[in-house]
């Protein structure tokens, strides 16, 4: 058979039924066979936004989100979606053309080293240069992509390659089952648990994969220890549970840090410094830690545990419910963390009833996003101020109900992630919070979910600048500098997109806008005046936080 449909056999083979992209000439043969096959083609605006449509199915479903681009100027476009997918820990593949091997050698139209380039920010990166390694090169690559911490890998198939025949046949799907830690260090990790007096629970985006989350929810009704989430953890814990604190990772100081001061011992589960650096709330170096992941710790002066359960999350915090089971929990001082919690829902309750007319507090906004989504529907979140307030203000839940760009932190996500949310979960509602900024990165995605009939909400936060460089620069400095833009006519760029469009300029009606946005069939956006004066009001509340409760 040709190599173009060795490769389509084999992503086929293991399990992929969508790629997301843009083609191009270098891409011929292998689109070509894409069509006789079961895979899905996504025709998108851009690659970037292919890349994140990518990242955020791999997010929801656990496998390979794959997205696609030919060589050159589509490489390079791909590239900001798969760098943010693999730091914030999303399986995926990416492939893209290369010019004929017969003029890689030499200076030659579009072509460059795709694949060193991408090896920064991949998993692994290859090259096809024998249509017969092409079985094993898929293989590797989605077997890497799942592997923890899962992430992306590339794959280069050159136009020459992809044409020539072959009698090669696809490998059998294979996934290898994680290792666990063993027993003695589990036991270790138990002992310095009893006899803690104030242990703290920090989960980090890890504690959502897999059976992590139920785990840990297990063990946190049966001890009565309390759980901070960084922004990508959000739902380990659900929001009604009595245990869950919310959310850790905000730059300034804020009430969570009192809780982690509080506590003579913080478990990590699941942590990942590219969420929440060590140095933000063990500035001392002076905690004691336990550490569980999938990997061992990384090396950091602010993060030395002194024990380190390395293994399958899941399985290892089973271990440790067993002997909650078998021994009984020891009785802790969690005084401190319900005095957090009680604050945070003081925090989430003081403008949720706000009567504003002509902008609305970003409080007010998350608490009615959060009263019309069912605990199962998504929200995806952008970077930007906006990120902010989602991080401290909107809690879940269930894992994996909220989005967040946490570790490479890249505008331009949610428009088009939204529509690759609706697609790994069909059966919910999704919604997108998005500044004016945020939006325009990838608004071209309008089309596409125009074009996919998509069931999606976006709700923009409009304030005409880049809200959140302003906020720090005025935090810093006093002053900011020019960061104004003019937006479009929403109305008028819904109207030419084939969606519904709202604007909503007063608190009371948001509730009613957004129902009927999400009760729309195919893409709706709601816009709304954003009161970011409120930016500043927090940083100077959180500027006369007590050492202690």
Known sequence: MKASDLFVRCLEEEGVTRIYG??????????????????????????????????????LTGTVGVCLGTLGPGATNLITGVADGNMDRAPMLVITGQGALTRQHKESHQVMNVVEMYRPVTKWSCAVNHADNIPEIVHK????????????????LPEDIAAVETDATPLRAARARRAVPDDKVIDEAWDRLKSAKSPLIIAGNGAIRTRASAELRRFCETTGIGALMTFMAKGALDLDDPRCLFTVGMGQRDYPQLAIDAADLVITIGYDPVEYGPEKWNAACDLDIIHMDFLPAESDAHYQPHIEVVGDLAHGLAQLNERVARDGSPTYDVAAQAKLREKMLSEFAKHADDQTQGS??????LADVRAVLGPDDILLSGVGAHKMWVARHYQCHQPGTCLISNGFCSMGMPLPGTIAAKHARPDTRVLAVVGDADIMMNVQEMETAS?????????????????????????????????????????????????????????DDLQSALNSALDHRGPAMVVIPIDYRENMALTERLGKIEQTF
Not at 25 to 54: C, K, P, V, W, Y
Not at 142 to 156: F, Q, R, S
Not at 472 to 489: I, R, V, W, Y
């Open 22 to 59: 843009v083609p191009g000439e270098e891409n011929a043969d292998f689109m070509m066979s894409l069509e006789s096959s079961s895979i899905e083609f996504i025709l998108t605006r851009h690659e970037q936004g292919a890349a994140f449509m990518a990242e955020v199915y791999g997010r």
């Open 141 to 156: 690559a989605i077997k890497l992509a799942v592997t923890e911490k899962p992430g992306a890998c590339h794959i280069e």
């Open 360 to 365: 609305i507090r970003p409080q007010k906004a």
């Open 451 to 507: 074009r996919l009939g998509s069931d999606i909400t976006i709700l923009v936060w409009e304030d005409f600048e880049y809200g959140l460089i302003a906020w720090k620069q005025e935090q810093e400095f006093g002053s900011h500098t020019d960061l104004s833009f003019a937006n479009p006519d929403w109305m008028a760029l819904c109207q030419s997109m084939g969606w519904k469009g709202m604007r909503c300029e007063n608190a």
